[in-house]
């Protein structure tokens, strides 16, 4: 660890040299005093470096110089080929992001392409790969800002061999699903993912996943998961979580971890305590969480989740059904034990906001909340979102304020949680831009080191620092990423701690943070003084078990 330091400068010099901030390396220490050198596209030395040459030099005093921030989970794998900027990103500090959230890039087939078509022909993508390496390709020619993992996607797996329906893959179907994980987790995939309230991925038993998952460690992955209820049997969710990671033997990660709904709040603690125990027996379960109380998703994922069985189409065809839609209505104006209540578990319709649309004579609704249009319409609330719902063909995004500010923070505190913004990548302008997203895609990090660390001082910064770098890298298995190293890859943020925060808000969630001055990725200076400079220096990043030979069939059978 001291060889990191230079004390006297190599002769030769250096591509970019930091000069005179309070570096603060990613691994829970406290912060040194230290200039960084950097050749080419990994840190080269730690040490007195301003006697030294270099093509460009940037003074960080009165700054603090961390790792470059890991975002734990995105949604980017398509918005980088609309669309590689990433102002959203990079705003905050961010220089690498992990994606793939129960679905994933690949695999794809003929059915996965048909969902996706009516998502995708806005932005112009047209899926011309069919496995993770040539969408790793796809991305490297297009271009991007910050560097992108993912995982392999269990409901994709599933889409992919048996489709929407609510059905038990058959043995040989099941046999497809983990040749298709092997196979991404050989391309590079981190791990395995679920999405377990979303349909068709609520289908799915725990016996599969675990099988499923089992071949993702083989290669070294992990298990992340949106738990199957964050709500009523949130209880139930955590602990199918951790009997995958158990028997599967492999490490879990909990995707944006919460108390959701109104009857809930106050039950963190609880869920902390599940989670200790876990731990404390033997079993590596994780999180990550967003600083923000609501979520946000599509309006279609309030209904109830068979709804959606068989797709998209025949969910429209029984929204139109009045007998079906009446069964909706009351379904949804009980709480229950069997599925998540995103409705009630807002308070109603006065927690939903209309977050996006995707017909121009909708735009009108967004940021408008279910009960004011319900109000202006004169009608029942729930009519009012199944009509949304159909007049959108189930495009609809919303926002749900789900959570309460008590269990956040017992949540951000832990030792084990790190942040994801659980959004994609977008700018102010272009085809990603949308006029009222979450403010976790502008605010989620300036928020969490502003609001929370400065202002609330939930935690130091030190080890704030460490929550969003080295926790996040070490989750995943990034290799030579996450700390300020000698020979480490040259991920740097460089921020004002005093002045750090997030501008972005519910009204209006389209506003840059502040505070952060310089960012590097790869070595390249991608945003400096709150403007992108086009450098384009983002590369995949590949899990453990990229290029690992094959495992043998009958192996697969077995497990």
Not at 35 to 46: E, L, M, S, W, Y
Not at 232 to 245: D, F, L, N, P, Y
Not at 500 to 520: L, M
Request: charged share 25%; hydrophobic share 40%.
């Amino acid at each position: 660890m001291f060889g990191t330091f230079a004390a006297r400068p190599p002769e030769e010099g250096y591509d970019l040299i930091v000069l005179g901030g309070h570096v603060i390396d990613g691994s829970g220490n406290p912060w040194f005093a230290a200039d960084i050198g950097i050749r080419g596209d990994r840190i080269t030395a730690i040490g007195m470096l301003d006697r030294s040459r270099a093509k460009r030099t940037i003074d960080a005093s009165g700054m603090t110089v961390a790792p470059g921030f890991i975002d734990m989970l995105g949604q980017s794998e398509y918005a980088v080929l609309a669309d590689g900027r990433a102002l959203s990103k990079l705003s905050q500090g961010i220089t690498s992001e992990i994606t793939g959230e129960g679905e994933s890039a690949a695999p794809q087939t003929p059915r996965t392409i048909e969902a996706l078509r009516g998502e995708l022909m806005r932005y112009g993508i047209t899926i011309d790969w069919n496995d993770l390496d040539e969408y790793f390709h796809r991305v490297e020619k297009k271009g991007c800002a910050i560097n992108l993992g993912t995982y392999v996607g269990a409901t994709q797996v599933r889409q992919a061999v048996i489709g929407a329906d609510d059905r038990e893959p058959t043995n040989a179907e099941v046999q497809e699903m983990k040749r298709l994980v092997a196979e991404a987790m050989r391309d590079g995939a981190i791990g395995l993912s679920s999405a377990l309230i979303y349909p068709p991925a609520s289908y799915a038993k725990t016996e599969e996943l675990i099988e499923l998952a089992k071949i993702a460690g083989m290669y070294g992955g992990i298990y992340a998961t949106h738990l199957r209820s964050e709500g009523q049997a949130e209880m139930e969710a955590i602990s199918e979580a951790i009997r995958v990671g158990r028997e599967a033997h492999v490490p879990v990660e909990i995707f944006h971890l919460k108390a959701s709904g109104q009857p809930r709040w106050g039950a963190m603690p609880q869920i902390v305590g599940a989670i200790q125990t876990a731990r404390s027996s033997g079993v590596d379960v994780a999180a990550d969480m967003y600083p923000y109380l609501a979520g946000v998703t599509a309006l279609a994922s309030a209904l109830p989740p068979w709804v959606a069985n068989g797709g998209e189409q025949k969910m429209l065809e029984r929204l139109h059904d009045p007998k079906m839609r009446r069964q909706i209505k009351n379904e949804m104006a009980v709480q229950s034990h069997e599925w998540e209540n995103m409705y009630l578990n807002s308070g109603g319709a006065e927690g939903i906001t209309i977050s996006w649309v995707i017909q121009p004579a909708l735009t009108f609704l967004e940021g408008k909340t279910l009960a004011t249009v319900a109000k202006s319409e004169e009608k029942d609330p729930l009519d009012v979102l199944i009509d949304i719902v159909i007049a959108d063909k189930a495009r609809t995004g919303a926002l749900y304020f789900l959570a309460n500010e008590s269990d956040l923070e017992v949540g951000l505190k832990q030792t084990w949680t790190s942040i994801g913004l659980d959004s994609n990548e977008m700018s102010l302008d272009g085809p990603l831009f949308k006029g009222h997203p979450h403010p976790r895609a502008f605010g989620s990090m300036p928020r969490f080191l502003g609001h929370y660390v400065r202002e609330r001082r939930l935690v130091s910064l030190e080890d704030a620092i460490r929550k969003i770098t080295s926790l996040p890298a070490q989750r995943v298995r990034l290799q030579d990423r996450g700390l300020l190293r000698n020979g480490f890859y040259a991920d740097l943020t460089i921020f004002d701690p005093a002045r750090i925060e997030d501008k972005a808000t519910y009204d209006r969630p389209t506003q840059v943070s502040v505070g952060v001055e310089y960012v590097i990725v790869n070595g390249s200076v991608a945003f400096e003084h709150g403007h992108l400079t086009g450098i384009l220096a983002g590369r995949p990043l590949r899990g453990p078990g990229w290029k690992q030979s094959p495992v043998d069939p009958l192996e697969l059978r077995n497990h």
